[in-house]
């Protein structure tokens, strides 16, 4: 079996795994598929749960597509006339609580052609990062500390160099340079080498997407039933905000699945169903809000 044919089986076992875990913490609202094709070739399977007990909107996505580069990213990759083939599973999760964190997730897998039909490249990418309202420390520490413990057998190196590519990417950067959160771990361009070959590719791909439940669902069954008001709400709110404006203006997932023709629906569910703008909005001196300020920048969790 191919390396593609593996990990497209894998990203649709992983998207069964958890869509089937989060319909168990949440109680109420189950996962709708829509299943979709690509003209251009390929397709996917979108599944958003919504109106939750816990979850007020959220997504878990594979997307298997293939065909020709269109010229914008040919532009942005160097390339000149090419084929690809790119799958993956991408989640976004939006719970209802203020205090539970909203955390996102993906796994990718490239692979770039010649006109020929000739493999010419491919590379691995993924990561996971949370974006909490409200921190309670020992969340931030448990979610690092999960995704360092699945890395370090691949190379202590590993988990440092991610976080701070983490760190630096999920960044609104026209909000001066203020994270959407508190990172996780983010990776780009893996190319099989020396160091790590292809099987110990899809290892270290499997290793992070397994961890995905056991980072993140303690987090959401110690806060879920937390108790909170209008306050917490319009905090949430404007944080979310920040959410979307990284989203729409600096991420890449985004920009690609738009140049490449992808799903509109499938590629904008990562959007909180409520954000607002408060124009010159500064949380009050003293407040939880202010507090929670200082940790949207880099810090060592782990």
């Known amino acids: 079996m191919s390396f593609k044919e593996q990990f497209t089986d894998y990203i649709h076992e992983l998207q069964d795994s958890i869509c089937n875990s989060l319909e168990q913490i949440d109680g109420k609202a189950k996962f709708e598929q829509d299943t979709w094709v690509r003209p251009e070739g390929g397709g996917g ?8 007990k816990v979850f007020e909107k959220g997504g878990v996505n594979t997307s298997v597509v293939t065909g020709e ?5 040919q532009q942005a990759f160097g390339v000149p006339d090419s084929d690809f083939f790119a799958c993956g599973l991408s989640l976004v999760l939006h719970p209802l609580n203020p205090y539970v964190p909203t955390v996102h997730a993906n796994w990718r897998y490239f692979e770039l052609y010649d006109k020929s039909g000739k493999k010419k490249d491919s590379w691995y990418g ?17 979610f690092h500390g999960t995704l360092k413990g699945v890395m370090d057998p691949f190379g202590k190196d590993k988990y440092p160099k991610y976080k701070q590519q983490c760190d630096i990417y999920f960044c609104n950067k026209h909000r001066g340079d203020e994270m959407r959160g508190v990172g996780g771990v983010f990776y780009d361009y893996l190319r099989p080498s020396v160091e790590m070959d292809d099987n110990q590719m899809i290892a270290f791909q499997k290793a992070n997407g397994n961890a995905m439940i056991d980072a993140y669902l303690p987090i959401v069954e110690k806060r879920m039933n937390l108790p909170y008001g209008e306050r917490e709400i319009e905090w949430q709110e404007i944080r979310r905000g920040r959410y979307v404006e990284f989203n729409l203006i600096h991420d890449r997932g985004t920009i690609f699945g738009l140049k490449t023709n992808g799903r509109t629906e499938s590629i904008l569910m990562s ?7 408060v124009y010159n909005h500064e949380p009050a001196a003293g407040s939880k809000e202010a507090e929670m300020m200082k940790y949207y920048k880099p810090m060592d969790w782990v």
């Open 45 to 52: 399977k979108t599944r958003v749960i919504s109106n939750g």
């Open 271 to 277: 959007l909180p169903p409520r954000a607002r703008w």
């Open 69 to 73: 580069l269109p010229k914008a990213m």
């Open 126 to 142: 993924g990561g996971a990062d949370l974006t909490p309202y409200y921190l309670f420390e020992e969340d931030a520490r448990h």
